[in-house]
């Protein structure tokens, strides 16, 4: 399914129950998009259901220390160099130390130690933490958010490969086929086009006819939509993503 699929579904849900095919609903195109453009941008401000974690590989650039990144990267959490050491020394990467290869080969071929599989791998593990402070495993930096700009503070000597831990958005389609997101979408949608509706209607409070004219329900509308609005911000801001946990089981 195409995202404007997705989105002309979303479409045909507001128009359905603002009442069209029986009456006139007076809103063009351009207030159904605006409606769902609001919806997403609340959504994402107001859950972290909005936001998955990522990491994406960069490249650096001799003499180079800003970067741009993506618009749908949110925050750079961490920076990784690929390794501390070369298995060949040719610089390809690569650790001295196998965590796994060594838990293995104490585990099952070194029965008479007392070093166990998972011994091995925390002693690695502190290894390579001191020897990342030590030859600068991590990289310092700063981000950007609104320039989307990444500066790594030690100025690259050489072009290097680098692995970003990011938080992203989720893509507008993602959201779109999200159960959990899927409605709250559409409702919000439905409640901005209804404000949008009244905002209109409520320019003319009456329209004349040979009868008396016809008294028209802007305020009406104004009012259900705000408070329709309100009700699913507070909803979502409560919610917590993949919705109620588990709780302990002891035994």
Not at 5 to 32: A, C, S
Not at 48 to 58: D, I
């Given at each position: 399914?195409?995202?404007?699929?997705?989105?002309?579904?979303?479409?045909?849900?507001?128009?359905?129950?603002?009442?069209?095919?029986?009456?006139?609903?007076?809103?063009?195109?351009?207030?159904?998009?605006?409606?769902?453009?609001?919806?997403?941008?609340?959504?994402?401000?107001?859950?972290?259901?909005?936001?998955?974690?990522?990491?994406?590989?960069?490249?650096?650039?001799?003499?180079?220390?800003?970067?741009?990144?993506?618009?749908?990267?949110?925050?750079?959490?961490?920076?990784?160099?690929?390794s501390i050491g070369s298995r060949t020394g040719g610089?390809?990467?690569?650790?001295?130390?196998?965590?796994?290869?060594?838990?293995?080969?104490?585990?099952?071929?070194?029965?008479?130690?007392?070093?166990g599989g998972l011994s091995t791998y925390d002693m690695?593990?502190?290894?390579?933490?001191?020897?990342?402070?030590?030859?600068?495993?991590?990289?310092?930096?700063?981000?950007?958010?609104?320039?989307?700009?990444?500066?790594?503070?030690?100025?690259?000597?050489?072009?290097?490969?680098?692995?970003?831990?990011?938080?992203?958005?989720?893509?507008?389609?993602?959201?779109l086929l999200d159960y959990l997101a899927n409605q709250?979408?559409?409702?919000?949608?439905?409640?901005?086009?209804?404000?949008?509706?009244?905002?209109?209607?409520?320019?003319?409070?009456?329209?004349?006819?040979?009868?008396?004219?016809?008294?028209?329900?802007?305020?009406?509308?104004?009012?259900?939509?705000?408070?329709?609005?309100?009700?699913?911000?507070?909803?979502?801001?409560?919610?917590?993503?993949?919705?109620?946990?588990?709780?302990?089981?002891?035994?």
């Amino acid at each position: 399914m195409t995202l404007a699929t997705q989105k002309q579904e979303v479409y045909d849900y507001v128009n359905t129950f603002l009442g069209g095919g029986m009456v006139d609903v007076e809103l063009d195109p351009i207030h159904y998009q605006t409606g769902l453009s609001k919806a997403l941008t609340r959504y994402r401000q107001r859950t972290e259901n909005s936001v998955e974690e990522s990491y994406m590989f960069l490249t650096t650039v001799p003499d180079q220390n800003d970067y741009v990144l993506p618009n749908e990267v949110i925050e750079v959490r961490q920076i990784f160099r690929r390794s501390i050491g070369s298995r060949t020394g040719g610089g390809d990467g690569g650790s001295l130390h196998e965590p796994f290869n060594m838990a293995y080969t104490n585990t099952y071929l070194l029965s008479g130690s007392k070093l166990g599989g998972l011994s091995t791998y925390d002693m690695f593990a502190q290894h390579q933490e001191l020897a990342g402070r030590m030859f600068g495993t991590f990289i310092e930096f700063k981000w950007s958010s609104t320039s989307k700009k990444l500066t790594i503070l030690q100025r690259p000597r050489a072009e290097e490969g680098l692995m970003l831990m990011c938080y992203n958005y989720r893509p507008d389609s993602e959201l779109l086929l999200d159960y959990l997101a899927n409605q709250w979408i559409k409702d919000y949608t439905l409640a901005s086009c209804k404000y949008m509706l009244g905002e209109a209607r409520s320019k003319f409070a009456t329209i004349a006819g040979p009868q008396g004219g016809s008294t028209l329900n802007g305020d009406t509308l104004k009012a259900e939509a705000q408070a329709e609005m309100e009700k699913l911000e507070s909803e979502v801001s409560m919610a917590q993503a993949g919705g109620t946990g588990y709780g302990f089981t002891i035994g």
